[in-house]
Structures are given as structure tokens and as C-alpha cells.
């Protein structure tokens, strides 16, 4: 089943700002795909990711992909993607992104793309939260807990959710990000109770112990057959300084996101939200209703599917099939964009299905930036920052505001 023919209901599009209309007004959509990586950074091996590499990786064990639009928009001029041969004319300036800052989560990723380099990482807890963290938390909800270790999460389900009906005690568990998650049955525990639990430990996990994110993760089923369901919540600490969606919407204009970006900035600077419960299909007919409804300014999405179900999980085959459903929706995109849109398709991180273990790799991020008003085939190189894009969306919407990276968009502007 093709991406484009999955998208329900379809956009009314006779809402649409007709194209030759003077209202029309600069916008930036931001499409992240969610740790899609594309080869490993110089200090890869400081994470144990010498080597990773996660599109080419994905693309070798698929025995090649078939995206050409990504193809046309010049994906294969970044790196050796199997199947997408480098385009001598790419319809996008192309070029990839170093992540600055330490660490290789979301959160990071994000930040730094919205202009925020980060001094120091998050911490992270590979051996479980010590007791100064556990034994507050569980005063504070008033049970015990379960867990308390770094593991998948659909694994610890399956490893404790039969003694986790029986008890009534939540899972508690971490990764390799700087995550703390509560994991509770959808009959066992009440949607608003595990939230209210995700917000004590928030309240709880600060200064050396902010964690950049505290999971709310509910799922249902029997023993044997758990299942995650898309209630997921997550509670994030805010970013310390002002980043693009701070000085966008400050400046009297849109910033639109779509699925969970609202959560990983704590709802910063967000002056509207489509809700996504889901994957990549709501997420991708989520940027169609941001598109349809934003005049002007910032729509942010990030289709989650390629990390959360893929990349954690070492789904070669899941995640290549991902990025060729997504090569299918930007037909149905490019429908939809107006003269002066500027479309940016990154990532945040790597998370390459075929490295070992199943957490995220610190990678490079691909960098395809398109639109009637940029200059097509421009190379942009290899910037040293993710914050670069921020510093460009900024120039490019024409506001001021003090942010990491330094702008390209003097290099991409059409005369």
C-alpha cells in the first residue's frame, strides 16, 4: 500500500490559498525523519558508533530503495545510498549537518536544529536511577516500582507486565537517551494517574538529574501479547534559552508542529498544534493540515515511525519500506506548497537498524532544502552544526533573534 493512498481523510483542499493570491507569505515547513542518519561523525567510537552509517546501512541490506523523488531531490549526492544514485541536477541545495552537541538523542537533535548547541549532555542512567531519584518517586505516587533498569520497552513490558497487573506497581526504565519512563497497564492504571506520576517525576528530576525527557508509556493486552498504545506522552525539561520557535512566534507569526515536537520543547514558542496520535501516515497527513491552515511562519513535523519502530528495533526491511512510503508522499506534498515555501527534509540523529544493540548512532544528518525561491543544485557541504538550518529559517522568514549556527540562505536565495 502506497504512503499517499493511506492518508485519511484527504485535505480539504479548497481551503488552499490560490497561488497567484497577494496574501501569500514565506513559509518554512521542517520535515525531520527520525533518526535517519546518513554515516558516522568523527567521534563516533567516543559512543561505540564507529562506522554506523544508517541510510546507506538500511539501503545495502534492503538490496537498494526506491525513492526517486528523494533521488531527484539529491539524497544520493550526500553519501552511498543503494538505489539512489547521485543526481547530476538535484532539484534541492544539498549537504549534510554534524550534531555540536554531546549526546545523540532527541531532544539534543531537535535543539541544536532549532539553534541551541548544548555545553554539556544530559545524563544518563545505563545502570538504573539511584536511590536519591527512586525513593522520592515512589513517596511521591505512594507504591513501589518495577524496573528500574535500562531496557526496551517492549521488552520490560513482556519481562514485568504480568507482575505489574498483579501488584499494581508501575515500570520504571531507561535507555540509552537521557530518559525516564513509567510504563503502566491501561486497566490497571488510569491514563491521567500515569501522566500525573510522569509530572511528579518531572518535578523531581532537575538540575544534575534533568533527564531531557520523562515517557509516559501505557499499553494494554495479556501477557504474551503487550501492546504500547498511542497515548505515549512525554514530558520534557524546556530549553534554557530561546530558540527559533521562540523568536518566530515572537515576531507575530506562526509556528505550527505536528506530532510530538510540541512535547520535546516543552510546548516553548508553539503557537499551534495538530494533534498525531500515531506514525508516520497521521504525522505526514498532519503537515497536509498545518499546511492548509498556516499563512505564514514555522510548521515542524517528525515522523517518528523510522526510530521508534525501525531503527530501535533493527528493522532493516521496516525502515526501508518507511522511506519509500515517504518518497510517495512528496508527490502528494509538492501539490500542496505554495511559491513561497521552503521545505527542509533532516534528521536529528542516527539510529542505524544494523549496528549493534538498538539505541540511537551519532551520526551526520542529511540536509535537502527546496523550494520555487531557492536555487537548485547548490551544494552546501558538510555544516558544522545542526544549527545552521535555525539560524537559516530565521534569515529566510526574515526576523531577528540570537541563536547558535550561522545562516546559508545568502547561499541558496534565488536572484
Known amino acids: 500500500m502506497k504512503f499517499m493512498t493511506k492518508l485519511t481523510p484527504e485535505p480539504d483542499t479548497k481551503h488552499l490559498i490560490p497561488s497567484d493570491t497577494p496574501e501569500l507569505r514565506r513559509r518554512v515547513i521542517i520535515i525531520v525523519l527520525d533518526g535517519a542518519g546518513i554515516g558516522a561523525l568523527p567521534d563516533a567510537s567516543l559512543y ?6 544508517t541510510l546507506p546501512h538500511v539501503s545495502r541490506e534492503a538490496g537498494g530503495l526506491q525513492t526517486p523523488q528523494l533521488a531527484s531531490l539529491g539524497l544520493g549526492n550526500l553519501s552511498t545510498v543503494q538505489g539512489v544514485p547521485p543526481s547530476p541536477s538535484p532539484r534541492s541545495s544539498y549537504g549534510s549537518m554534524a550534531l555540536s552537541s554531546p549526546g545523540k538523542d532527541t531532544t539534543t537533535g531537535h535543539w541544536e536544529l532549532a539553534g541551541l548547541i548544548l555545553e554539556k549532555p544530559f545524563p544518563v542512567y545505563p545502570q538504573g536511577f539511584p536511590p536519591e531519584i527512586i525513593e ?18 517492549t521488552e520490560i513490558i513482556e519481562e514485568l507486565g504480568e507482575q505489574h497487573l498483579s501488584s499494581g506497581a508501575p515500570i520504571v526504565y531507561t535507555s540509552a537517551d537521557s530518559v525516564f519512563q ?6 490497571v492504571v488510569s491514563l491521567e494517574t500515569l501522566y500525573e506520576w510522569c509530572i511528579r517525576a518531572r518535578h523531581l528530576l532537575k538540575e544534575e538529574h534533568g533527564v531531557s525527557r520523562v515517557i509516559a508509556r501505557p499499553f494494554t493486552g495479556a501477557p504474551g501479547n503487550f501492546i504500547r498504545t498511542t497515548e505515549r506522552k512525554d514530558f520534557a525539561l524546556p530549553p534554557p534559552r530561546p530558540t527559533i520557535l521562540d523568536w518566530v512566534s515572537r515576531a ?8 510530538k515536537v510540541k512535547d520535546i520543547f516543552a510546548g516553548q514558542g508553539v503557537t499551534s498544534q495538530v494533534s498525531a496520535r500515531g506514525g508516520n501516515r497521521e504525522i505526514a497527513a498532519g503537515i497536509l493540515e498545518a499546511m492548509l491552515k498556516t499563512k505564514e511562519g514555522l510548521i515542524w513535523a517528525t515522523l517518528v515511525d523510522f526510530d521508534m519502530l525501525y531503527g530501535h528495533r533493527n528493522d532493516v526491511k521496516g525502515f526501508a519500506r ?13 501539490e500542496h506548497l505554495q511559491p513561497d515555501d521552503l521545505v527542509v527534509i533532516t534528521a536529528d540523529h542516527g539510529c542505524d537498524p544494523t549496528w549493534p544493540g538498538t539505541d540511537h548512532t551519532r551520526e551526520y544528518v542529511p540536509l535537502l532544502v527546496f523550494g520555487d525561491r531557492i536555487n537548485k543544485g ?10 545552521d538550518l535555525g539560524a ?4 529566510y522568514l526574515d526576523v531577528k533573534g540570537k541563536i547558535d549556527g550561522e545562516s ?3 547561499i541558496i536565495k534565488s536572484p
Do not use: C, Q
Request: charged share 25%; aromatic share 8%.
Open 408 to 410: 546559508f540562505w545568502h
Open 252 to 259: 507575530g507569526k506562526e509556528v505550527v508542529t505536528v506530532g
Open 48 to 53: 561505540g558508533d564507529h562506522g554506523a552509517a
Open 322 to 334: 518507511a522511506l519509500e512510503e515517504f518518497d510517495h508522499f512528496l508527490l502528494l506534498l509538492h
Open 136 to 153: 522520592p518517586f515512589k513517596k511521591s505516587i505512594g507504591k513501589d516500582i518495577l524496573g528500574n533498569k535500562a531496557a526496551s520497552g
Open 182 to 187: 513509567v510504563a503502566a497497564h491501561r486497566e
Open 392 to 395: 537559516t529559517v530565521l534569515d
Open 378 to 387: 547548490i551544494s552546501l557541504g558538510t555544516r558544522k552544526t545542526l544549527a
